[in-house]
């Protein structure tokens, strides 16, 4: 089964500082794109950062970069300078290229920043 | 560019009704996903469609079901709704095709409450 895990239900960072969170996943494709999705309160769900499988470099978002380690499935996401306003659900997802390219998602992970 | 739009925002049903929640996705996008997420289980995949056919469903019972019409916008219906239903129904479309790291864009969600 595809199935994505993210281990931390919630995490907080203070203001300014960096804060990293956790994601694996589990598929038998060798081709797939990796997301991640952050959801505010006002529930609308907003791409962050994207990772194409093919691809060795990390993607990097202005504050937001991530760690992809291929072979041990590990997508984490890394958020440097924390603000406020990055208090949000952060869900991790992918999707295969070709056959039925649905997004899988995690449980996601509850950040609070505090000031 | 007008985003993913869902309606009603909100919507209230009693134990044994029909529901009917609406998607329209951004224009050129022929993909529309519909997912379910109920408190703190993350978001579960309900259906895809593409190019108006039903192209996978996640493990959800035939009660739940839906469309797409030839603008691509979409229907999703539950019928004989019971308590559990109730969740947050997200909508996203994508611009499908193969090979192509496009990634999903969500609308704002129809809250379902079944009392």
């Known amino acids: 089964a595809q199935t994505v895990t993210q281990s931390q239900p919630e995490m907080s960072v203070q203001e300014a500082e960096t804060v990293t969170l956790s994601c694996t996943y589990d598929?038998?494709?060798?081709?797939?794109?990796l997301f991640w999705y952050k959801q505010p309160p006002s529930r609308q769900m907003i791409l962050v950062i994207r990772?194409?499988?093919?691809?060795?470099q990390n993607a990097t978002e202005n504050r937001f970069s991530v760690n992809f380690q291929k072979a041990a499935k590990s997508f984490s996401l890394k958020i440097s300078d924390s603000q406020l306003g990055d208090a949000a659900m952060y869900f991790c997802?992918?999707?295969?290229?070709?056959?039925?390219?649905?997004?899988?998602f995690g449980k996601g992970t509850k950040l609070t920043v505090n000031p | 560019e007008a985003g993913v739009t869902q309606s009603p925002t909100h919507l209230i049903k009693t134990r044994g009704q029909q529901a009917t929640l609406r998607c329209s996705p951004i224009?050129?996008?022929?993909?529309v996903y519909w997912y379910q997420q109920a408190l703190g289980l993350g978001l579960q995949f309900l259906l895809w469609?593409?190019?108006?056919?039903?192209?996978n469903r996640g493990n959800f019972p035939p009660r739940f079901s839906g469309r797409q019409f030839p603008n691509y916008s979409s229907e999703l219906n539950v019928n004989a709704l019971e308590l559990e239903d109730s969740a947050l129904y997200l909508c996203?479309?994508?611009?499908?095709?193969?090979?192509?790291?496009?990634?999903?864009?969500f609308g704002q969600g129809t809250r379902l409450t079944v009392v």
């Open positions: 996203a479309s994508r611009w499908d095709r193969a090979g192509s790291n496009t990634e999903a864009f």
């Open positions: 598929t038998s494709e060798s081709d797939y794109y």
């Open positions: 990772q194409e499988a093919y691809k060795q």
């Open positions: 997802a992918y999707v295969l290229v070709g056959g039925s390219e649905k997004l899988v």
């Open positions: 224009s050129g996008h022929t993909s």
């Open positions: 469609y593409d190019e108006g056919e039903e192209r």
